[in-house]
T-cell receptor, first 114, second 110 residues
């Protein structure tokens, strides 16, 4: 199993550009989520999905869109990039939303918005 | 809402020293508690977990006990190694999401 994969690893955007961060998992996990990691703030939840066709907002959803058309894929779209979105983005998955299940994380995407 | 507060770093220790990283939480209901570790340039990896009060999670010499009365889940290791240098995150999980602390950077010097 490849686990959770993310592309790209690094990205530089100009203010106002849009882009999609890709995330895929091959563990047949129902639950997938996106976090951003900023210095001194830990990880903050952007959006999550409890299954194909179902998504919901986390703590910091503004400026981001998600969709979940398949169990495997959970892309994150930046609609109009802003410097405040400079961060490291992690995709994660877990078997179900059950609170006992650990989350598995991808390697991250480092995004810089100029 | 749910939240996690953990000891601010950075923490610098000499090899073979005792490690404690404090973590307290606020939650409604009965969450599961986790410690994750992040090595440079990598994603987070599960270190240990506990799913109910008084449970002790342990792995690689690290351990933490789920204390409901003090709402704490402190991470301890008796003798740290240089290879333990990383950022450590405390987290809690309920049915909707997982909340993380700010992270504590540990550096272990030979």
């Amino acid at each position: 199993n490849a686990g959770v994969t993310q592309t790209p690893k690094f990205q530089v955007l100009k203010t106002g550009q849009s882009m999609t961060l890709q995330c895929a998992q091959d563990m047949n996990h129902e639950y997938m989520s996106w976090y951003r990691q900023d210095p001194g703030m830990g990880l903050r939840l952007i959006h999550y999905s409890v299954g194909a066709g179902i998504t919901d907002q986390g703590e910091v959803p503004n400026g981001y869109n998600v969709s979940r058309s398949t169990t495997e894929d959970f892309p994150l779209r930046l609609l109009s990039a802003a410097p405040s979105q400079t961060s490291v983005y992690f995709c994660a998955s877990r078997l179900t939303v059950d609170l006992y299940n650990e989350q598995f994380f991808g390697p991250g995407t480092r995004l810089t918005v100029l | 809402g749910n939240s996690v507060t953990q000891m601010e770093g950075p923490v610098t220790l000499s090899e073979e020293a005792f490690l404690t990283i404090n973590c307290t939480y606020t939650a409604t209901g009965y969450p599961s508690l986790f410690w994750y570790v992040q090595y440079p340039g990598e994603g987070l990896q599960l270190l240990l977990k506990a799913t109910k009060a008084d449970d002790k999670g342990s792995n690689k010499g690290f351990e933490a006990t789920y204390r409901k009365e003090t709402t704490s889940f402190h991470l301890e290791k008796g003798s740290v190694q240089v290879s333990d240098s990383a950022v450590y995150f405390c987290a809690l999980s309920d049915r909707s999401d997982m909340r993380f602390g700010a992270g504590t950077r540990l550096t272990v010097k030979p």
